[in-house]
């Protein structure tokens, strides 16, 4: 079965591949009649021996009965043959064929942590799956007037998934990552020290620059507790959010707030120039590969209209890293300096690391 593997991914690789072709053939456009598609031969070859692979496979699958067990879930087979799906995705085989291991027309199997780790590890868009996902028996029934009410329903969420079953115990358990809701009250309202940009301010900054913002993209937003805010004040936010055992997404929802389920790497699902406004939170740090963060701000770049603002909110690194790496990163984009705060970073590990926080706001340049 291993080879039998291994032409399915290279099947997998190949449908790819073909797709560009057909892509890159249609999007080139001329009055003269197209020039003919030039797919090379030894690729033309590799195709038909994997299309011969792919069919025999397939053919084989059904009478999986006679062998110790399928390898491949039929449903894969299937969904791979109608959409290829990313290359991430095949570097995790194992999550991958467990995640598709399920009854179709079913409901789904409880496994939305197999999902996250699949996510996280780049596969994204997932491979759709035909099954009931289940969801809370006590749908809400009001509008949520108040972002920040003193608690939230338990009863809105499926805490199976969460090592927490209630949130009492999510406030307790993780403090400051947004359930807490007597702590997230007065984020991004006050002004504590000088990396901390409260929204009246932020609003001021760009009316008397004659600039509107009314959307914005809060990447790695955890709860919503930004977007929350930001609602108060008529402007729109989406917020991107992992789960990480935490019911981020769920929250965010119940707040009545928009959250994408989607990981850093991904390319942002909005066209260029569409948002007044991008904030990167703690999630954007010197933990993410250098060359990805380029491709990140990059996009940030793509999706800002010109006059646009780029907000790094505590941002940390290490102070000499910030000097050195992160700091001529940054001056690349060519963005107006209108904050540019540096602080230390004061908890254990970043006393231990000479870590520092940088607060930056950036203006995009409204022509290039
Ligand atoms: C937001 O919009 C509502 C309805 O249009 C309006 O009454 C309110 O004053 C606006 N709030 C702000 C802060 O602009
Ligand atoms: C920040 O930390 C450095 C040592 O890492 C120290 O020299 C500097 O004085 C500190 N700055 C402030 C404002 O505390």
């Not at 079965?1 to 890159?24: D, E, K, P, Q, R």
């Not at 019911?247 to 699902?269: S, T």
């Not at 793509?302 to 001529?328: A, E």
């Amino acid at each position: 079965m291993g080879l039998l593997n291994l032409l399915l991914l290279m099947a997998m690789v190949a449908t790819n591949i073909l797709s560009l072709y057909h892509l890159s053939a249609r999007t080139f456009q001329s009055p003269r009649p197209p020039p003919p598609l030039q797919v090379p031969d030894h690729l033309l070859q590799q195709l038909q021996t994997i299309r011969a692979a792919i069919n025999h496979l397939t053919r084989q699958q059904p009478s999986a009965s006679s062998q110790s067990k399928p390898t491949i879930p039929s449903d894969l087979l299937l969904f791979s043959r109608l959409s290829p799906i990313a290359s991430s995705c095949h570097n995790h085989p194992d999550l991958l064929h467990k995640y598709m291991t399920y009854t179709p027309y079913s409901p789904c199997p409880p496994d939305s942590d197999v999902a996250e780790s699949l996510i996280l590890r780049g596969c994204h868009p997932l491979p759709r799956r035909r099954c009931f996902s289940k969801t809370p028996s006590k749908p809400p029934s009001s509008l949520p007037h108040n972002p920040f009410p003193s608690s939230f329903s338990d009863s809105n969420i499926i805490w199976a998934q969460y090592s927490c079953k209630s949130f009492s115990c999510l406030a307790k358990q993780t403090p400051n990552l947004g359930f807490d809701i007597s702590a997230e009250i007065s984020k991004f309202m006050t002004y504590k020290t000088e990396l901390d940009l409260p929204i009246p301010q932020l609003l001021q900054i760009s009316k008397s620059a004659n600039s509107v913002i009314r959307l914005g993209i809060d990447i790695g937003g955890n709860t919503g507790t930004f977007a929350a805010r930001m609602k108060h004040y008529n402007v729109t936010i989406i917020t991107t959010t992992m789960n990480f055992n935490l019911p981020n997404n769920e929250v965010v929802a119940i707040r009545g707030l928009v959250p994408l389920h989607m990981p850093l790497q991904q390319r942002l699902p909005v066209f260029d120039g569409v948002v007044d406004l991008v904030r990167c939170g703690r999630a954007v740090n010197r933990w993410i590969p250098l060359k990805m963060m380029e491709f990140m701000f990059y996009d940030v770049d793509r999706v800002l209209r010109g006059g646009g603002y780029f907000w790094l909110d505590h941002f940390f690194s290490k102070g000499v890293d910030l000097d050195k790496i992160y700091g001529p990163l940054i001056w690349k984009l060519g963005y107006k300096k209108v904050k540019w705060a540096v602080g230390n970073k004061t908890d254990s590990g970043g006393l231990k690391n000479r870590q520092v926080y940088l607060t930056a706001l950036l203006q995009k340049p409204v022509s290039r």
